[in-house]
Every structure is written in structure tokens, then in C-alpha cells.
């Protein structure tokens, strides 16, 4: 007959089990878009601690590696409205708001914002999500991504800054009115997508005097701020 201490092990064995079934049952499947376990409406594949179409396990370089300014292009728009900002959470699973929502109308063209290759184009939790490894941003890649957005890019095809890739969905976002979800990742590290953009496509760069064509020069004159 076996004694308790020879059986103390397999007991062991079998209450950690019993513990990481309770536990595991107990984690959020999903994380919603601004980032909360469980928290908030709809979840979004950006917004998954170490997850997502086209997500990466490689090692990243450290946080505090500067983004690149490779962005040609507004996701939507000309320079449209950030409807809520990027907020890093303080950790891994805290909330927050893993990405950028920009004014968008539903059927506006959502464009790559720099070139890259299609990594991801499909519906994850019922949304059209795009996703682009963008060229030359180190290795693991800077990767993009866009929903709600119905596709029209595929899997696998080279795309250049400017070029449309989908068309905002009317449904699916988690703003109060229709919006652009804009991510930014490199392997697991999220970051600011804004941070893709130079200053000029920002708006934050010098004034510039550019030249006036076709107005009389007496209009010019009297233009306010001049």
C-alpha cells in the first residue's frame, strides 16, 4: 500500500490541474478594442495582448526604438479627426486604447499609409480587418492595421502608400459614430500609429508661402494674415 508522502506528488499534480482549469476559465477570451479584459464593445485583433491576424512572436527590438516616419498617406481622409488617441496600457493586460480612431464616413476608402505587403485581409469576430508588414521597418516588420474595413486587397499582394485596400464598414466600430480602429505593432509591442506620419502630413511642420495662381494681386493683399 502506498504511503501519503509517495503520493503527495501525484496529489500535487492533480490540484495544479484542477487550479489551471478554474484559472484558465476564469481569463477574458478576448480583449475589446479600448483594451479592458472582457471590457467594452467588440473586440478587435490589435487590441489582443500577443495576438491578431498576421501577429508576430519574434523578439522586438526594445519600446523606446524610435517608429520610422515612412507614412505618405492619411489612413482616411485628408487629414481627418482623431476621434480618440493612443493610451499604452500600464501593463500587458490593463486597459487602454491600443491604436487611433479617425472620422471616417461608412464606405470611405481606407488606404495603406505606406508601402508594404498585405498580411492579413479577412473578418476576425465578425469585423473586416486589414493588416500590412510594412517594407523596410526592421525585422520582426512595423505592421498596420484597419477595421472595420471590408477588403479589396488579398492576402500576400504589395500595396503603396496611398493605395486603397478596403472601404470603411457601417458597422463593426466602437465609436459613437463611424470610425477608422488604426493599430500599429511591431511582433507583440504596441505602438503609436501617429507616430508613423512626419510632421509635414501631421500639420505640425513650418508654414510654407506657397505660390498664388490666377487671383489678382490686389486680393492677395487683402487676404487675412497677410
Known sequence: MRTWPALLP?????????AGVSLGAAL???????????GGPGGGPDDRPGGGP??????APPADTPVPAVGRAWPVGLRPSVIRGWEPPATTYGRGHRGV????????????????????????AGRGV???ELNGTGDPPLRTTYEPVRPTAKKGAEVTAGEVIGVLEPT??????SCLHWGLRRADTYLDPLSLLPPWLLGRGPSRLL???GVPESEVRAAPGR
Request: with cysteine.
Open 54 to 59: 498576421g501577429g508576430s512572436s519574434s523578439t
Open 28 to 38: 477574458p477570451v478576448a480583449t475589446a478594442l479600448d483594451g479592458g479584459p472582457g
Open 101 to 124: 480612431d479617425l472620422t471616417a464616413a461608412p464606405g470611405a476608402p481606407v488606404r495603406a499609409v505606406a508601402p508594404g505587403r498585405i498580411s492579413f485581409a479577412g473578418r476576425v
Open 172 to 177: 463593426g466600430s466602437h465609436c459613437p459614430a
Open 211 to 213: 505660390p498664388v495662381i
Open 130 to 132: 486589414v493588416s500590412v
Open 10 to 18: 501525484a496529489l500535487t499534480v492533480a490540484l495544479m490541474v484542477a
